[in-house]
């Protein structure tokens, strides 16, 4: 699948699962549930140097922000990418919001990343920024929050702000349509956004690992997992025609043989889960014993699982901690590109 510049419009694909999702909120005639992430957070890099600077770490393109209209303040925009190490697997995965600086002329970037590396991710940009002129400095003074349609009868509409006086960026979440919109704002999320309660945030990370899009350090070990393993390639995240980039050997050599044998696929738990839950790295079996990958992380009955594409359609299991065997089964997302299907 070929990259997609930074993503401005598209039709948001929500479809709540019944069996999973818990019991409608007493509010839940609304038409967008907001969840406040405080598993994500921001780091601001700006500067003259910022964008040649991240274009040199990151898979892929920056977003950047088209001309403003007269009187108007300048549009954001959002893109996906991960941070690799120089053997080419992932580090960490951000999203990149795109904002004309008008003190300095220059594009500065605010990235979203798991709250707990957000220090390590700091370190690894002092790293490599040596002389060049640019900032990096941690961004509380805004939240992130995930806003999704209540019901499928609000997809593809557009959330309305409340208050346009507010420091807010309300965009698509550049992943997949599916994942509805990305709000950074110093207010409350249900205050920002008209016709909106505020959501479960048990309910967005079901919805999350229901449609396989892995969000943090959980689903996507440092050091371990691999770029196009984790389908970032579907997520548009990864440029395969921009300039070098730390780890890009690895990314480009495996796109280029156009063969990816493991993905990370959404998986069901059919039978109840011992107390202690499923370990993350447990092997996940065929009925004849035949190994087929291991599972990543999860929430409840769904989670992901790393796993051979090949062998995934017949009953599979994990032994569980205690010895249990637990049946599973993984499935393809709707949002995923026809020929990978």
Not at 144 to 159: D, F, I, K, M, R
Not at 267 to 277: C, E, I, K, Q, T
Not at 306 to 331: C, D, N
Request: aromatic share 8%.
């Amino acid at each position: 699948m070929g990259h997609r510049k930074a993503l401005k419009s598209t039709h948001v694909s929500f479809t709540p699962h019944a069996r999973t999702l818990r019991p409608p909120h007493p509010t839940a005639g609304a038409t967008w549930a907001c969840f406040r992430l405080d598993g994500r957070t921001l780091l601001r890099v700006r500067g003259p140097d910022a964008a040649p600077f991240l274009l040199g770490l990151l898979t892929n393109e920056l977003p950047l922000p088209g001309p403003a209209a007269w009187g108007a303040p300048p549009p954001a925009c959002a893109g996906y990418a991960h941070f690799l190490n120089v053997q080419g697997r992932t580090l960490y995965d951000v999203i990149l919001y795109g904002l004309q600086e008008h003190s300095e002329e220059v594009s500065g970037f605010l990235l979203e990343c798991d709250s707990s590396v957000q220090g390590a991710l700091q370190k690894h940009l002092a790293l490599y920024r040596i002389r060049r002129k640019v900032t990096v400095e941690p961004h509380p003074e805004l939240r992130v929050w995930a806003v999704l349609p209540s019901s499928p009868e609000a997809c593809g509409n557009t959330p309305l702000q409340q208050s346009a006086g507010a420091a807010v960026i309300l965009i698509r979440d550049p992943r997949t349509a599916c994942m509805g919109w990305r709000l950074l704002t110093q207010d409350e999320g249900p205050a920002v956004v008209s016709e909106s309660r505020l959501g479960d945030l048990w309910d967005y990370h079901q919805h999350r690992y229901l449609q396989g899009v892995p969000e943090g350090v959980g689903d996507l070990p440092p050091g371990v997992a691999l770029p196009l393993e984790s389908n970032l390639a579907f997520m548009n995240g990864v440029s395969f025609t921009k300039g070098c980039y730390i780890g890009q050997e690895l990314t480009a050599r495996t796109h280029h043989m156009g063969v990816i044998r493991k993905r990370l696929f959404p998986v069901r738990f059919l039978d109840p889960l011992p107390a202690s839950g499923v370990t993350p790295g447990a092997t996940v079996l065929t009925a004849s014993g035949q190994t087929v990958g291991k599972f990543r992380a999860g929430q409840g009955n769904v989670g992901l699982a790393l796993l051979w594409s090949e062998k995934i359609k017949g009953p599979l299991h994990i032994r569980a901690s205690e010895g249990a065997q637990v049946a599973l089964a993984a499935s393809v997302p709707d949002w995923w590109p026809t020929v990978s299907k």
